[in-house]
């Protein structure tokens, strides 16, 4: 089968010694395509269409104040789910919480307001949050870019029910165009990229949405803005 | 039986079925709400057609080029792709990485190209289980049936199919809600992830540039299928090329607004290869098999060439008269709908799908909504032009023609008979083509030529 490749590409090449009958025109490339954002600034745009999507969204002016939100959530969870597991008549002993965090500065951020999280992988098939940074946010699009560069690597952006995303203001840009072109610009160029508008979802009977197909059933951001006049360091 | 044949059996039966016309309707219904919806994300949609259109022109025109540039970047990172002449070839390839492995599980993202190649049944002749992960592929493996739709597996059953599917297959009580069913087949699949040796995905892009293939779903289930398992093999067609990894943006915004009317989908991801030094996990081989099987005698065509810039987002099939009314399995063929009566008889052969480019109405609306401006109208035409060209059409058609223009050339022959035997005539030739379902027009007593001889002033 060693010259199947070279079958293909000489029957490609034959091929083209005839060039198209339907050639295209080159169109205009300078202009954007999509509609423009009613808001002004990436962090408005973003928001605005982060917002249109069936992720939940928090907004902090300072770390502070958005780990102390993300705490919150946390124990709101963690009471629920409680609650959930006394309810079903069983012991709540077997079934705590298990939030998993990887990524070293976000250890010492949770750390600080007092959230309890796994650090290894160990029972990870009993995942109820993953908390995560991200690489960028994408402004027209709403989107959330993770990569397996991060130490969250491929798993804890996808296993987890519930996720968390913790990012900054100073990481969104306007297309996801300019997210390859910055990755493409440096050395550790990851061996995934995923561009994430919303939590996992299925419209594969009748067209009914169904929220938590197989990825995370939330998804949650933690907007922190460290960016504008009114960011507090 | 043959192709054509079949075809004409079970599409006399779908057309008529008034559940299934009504379930169709349904889906297509909300489909055309959620468009409408996401034309608004663009400014200037022809704009970005065009685009897309001129980007996989010049891809196809120097594809010899791109797939070494591709081959080159992506073996540069540890991955290792493997070129298929045929399906049997790529069945093999997959076969010994299977084997090797020592795989008992494979998990499988929804893939028109794993369809194409057959390899659901070649995985159960090798006793491998074969989980298909997409819950639309999920529910028609259940039910022992190929998909109907390239985007929409599962678009023929109603919810209530689908309850009594699961309540048969999975011994569970009946429900037709589609919460309760979706999170059932994700309670079923979470294991089978991280127990699979192997994960298998299609690719909706390869790109060039840094040697990536580039995965489009909702579900999540790709990525898991990418992330637990050893090994990943990705298959995708030849023609999949795009050059830049800019160029993603275009072509996943056309994609999710052509395919389920979406801005974006929810998961769009690249992967240039297995884990790389610095990464904390992911597989650790990944292969990618880059499928001919009949795609480069399309093309050698220099007009039918352009319908191999087709992204598969199924707009196409959703617009069109003839599919909404005979449904997906009619066909016969993985790919259906416009798209498919083009490039099918061209992998398939001419011969036994050509019927598949008359059974259309030209109402060119396929036309108008492909995202990369694939002229289907015309190339459905192309084909019937080929058909005839390699003499393709049956005896009894040639014979007719024949007597046709025979007779239609001279004055005399056409008024050889009366009306009655032109009558019979007709009733004899139409018999089978007219249908049961119109009237077949009659010719009057006195022709035309003959009331103008007598009105004439």
Redesign the interface.
């Known amino acids: 089968m060693a010259s199947a490749r070279q079958n293909i590409l000489e029957r490609i090449q034959n091929a083209l010694k005839t060039p198209t009958a339907l050639p295209v025109s080159k169109p205009d490339f300078s202009k954007s395509p999509y509609t423009l954002p009613t808001e002004e600034g990436l962090d408005l745009i973003f928001a605005e269409n982060f917002c249109k999507g069936k992720a939940e969204f928090y907004f902090a002016t300072s770390v502070e104040e958005g780990f102390l939100q993300i705490k919150k959530w946390c124990d709101i969870f963690i009471e629920n789910k409680r609650q959930d597991i006394i309810s079903q008549g069983l012991d709540e002993e077997f079934y705590p919480t298990q939030i998993f965090v990887w990524e070293d500065y976000l250890q010492e951020l949770c750390t600080a307001v007092e959230i309890a999280f796994n650090d290894t992988d160990k029972d990870l098939q009993n995942i109820d949050i993953g908390i995560t940074f991200c690489e960028f946010l994408v402004a027209r699009t709403g989107s959330i870019i993770v990569t397996s560069r991060q130490k969250t690597g491929r798993r804890l952006t996808i296993y987890p029910p519930v996720h968390i995303v913790v990012a900054f203001t100073s990481q969104i840009v306007m297309e996801v165009e300019d997210v390859m072109k910055i990755l493409k610009s440096e050395p550790d160029f990851p061996s995934m990229i995923s561009v994430v508008s919303g939590p996992s979802q299925t419209a594969d009977i009748e067209k009914t949405l169904v929220l938590g197909a197989h990825g995370p059933k939330e998804l949650i951001l933690f907007l922190i803005d460290n960016t504008s006049a009114e960011a507090q360091d | 039986m043959n192709e054509q044949q079949n075809f004409q059996k079970d599409v006399e039966k779908k057309a008529f079925d008034m559940r299934h016309r009504q379930?169709i309707n349904?889906?297509i219904d909300?489909?055309n709400q959620a468009v409408a919806r996401g034309l608004?994300?663009?400014?200037?949609?022809e704009?970005?057609r065009?685009?897309a259109?001129?980007i996989k022109?010049q891809v196809?025109?120097?594809?010899?080029k791109y797939?070494?540039q591709f081959e080159e970047n992506f073996e540069s990172?540890g991955g290792k792709v493997?070129?298929?002449?045929t399906k049997e070839?790529a069945q093999?390839?997959i076969w010994e990485i299977l084997r090797k492995a020592n795989t008992k599980i494979v998990v499988k993202s929804k893939s028109m190209t794993t369809e194409e190649i057959g390899l659901n049944e070649f995985l159960e002749e090798k006793h491998i289980e074969n989980v298909e992960?997409?819950?639309?592929e999920y529910?028609v493996q259940l039910a022992g049936q190929k998909p109907y739709h390239i985007v929409?597996?599962?678009m023929h059953?109603?919810?209530g199919d689908?309850g009594k599917i699961f309540e048969e297959k999975l011994n569970m009580p009946y429900t037709d809600n589609?919460?309760f069913?979706?999170?059932t087949?994700?309670n079923n699949?979470?294991?089978k992830y991280?127990t699979a040796e192997v994960g298998i995905t299609g690719a909706n892009f390869l790109i060039a540039?840094?040697g990536g293939i580039a995965i489009t779903e909702?579900?999540?289930?790709a990525?898991?299928s990418?992330?637990?398992p050893k090994i990943h093999i990705a298959i995708a067609g030849?023609e999949k090329i795009i050059p830049?990894?800019?160029d993603?943006?275009?072509f996943?915004?056309l994609l999710a607004t052509s395919g389920?009317g979406?801005?974006?989908?929810?998961?769009?991801?690249?992967?240039?290869?297995?884990?790389?030094s610095?990464?904390?996990?992911?597989t650790e081989e990944m292969y990618v098999i880059?499928l001919?099987n009949g795609r480069?005698k399309i093309?050698?065509d220099?007009?039918k060439?352009?319908s191999l810039a087709c992204i598969r987002c199924g707009a196409c099939l959703n617009v069109c008269p003839v599919y909404k009314n005979i449904g997906g399995h009619s066909y016969h063929t993985t790919y259906s709908g416009p798209i498919g009566s083009v490039i099918s008889p061209h992998l398939l052969g001419m011969k036994d799908y050509k019927h598949l480019s008359y059974a259309s109405s030209l109402c060119g609306a396929c036309g108008t909504v492909c995202p990369v401006?694939i002229?289907l109208p015309q190339l459905l035409l192309k084909n019937r032009q080929e058909s005839v060209e390699k003499g393709l059409q049956g005896f009894a058609e040639k014979l007719t023609f024949q007597l046709w223009e025979n007779t239609m050339r001279k004055r005399a022959r056409v008024d050889r008979w009366g009306a009655r035997w032109k009558n019979w005539g007709f009733r004899q030739i139409f018999y089978n083509s007219w249908g049961k379902r119109r009237e077949m027009p009659t010719l009057p007593k006195e022709s035309f030529h003959d009331w103008w001889k007598k009105n004439r002033k």
């Open positions: 379930t349904h889906n909300k489909y608004h994300n663009f400014e200037d949609h704009l970005a065009s685009r259109s001129y022109t196809l025109e120097n594809l010899d797939l070494l990172r493997l070129w298929a002449e070839e093999q390839y992960t997409d819950l639309g529910i929409t597996p599962a059953l109603s919810r689908v589609p919460q069913l979706a999170m087949c994700r699949l979470r294991d991280t540039d840094v909702n579900e999540g289930n990525r898991l990418a992330t637990f030849i830049n990894l800019e993603l943006d275009l996943w915004s389920t979406q801005r974006m989908t929810i998961y769009n991801t690249v992967y240039t290869g297995a884990k790389q610095f990464e904390t996990d992911g880059l001919d480069t093309l050698a220099e007009q060439r352009q401006k002229d």
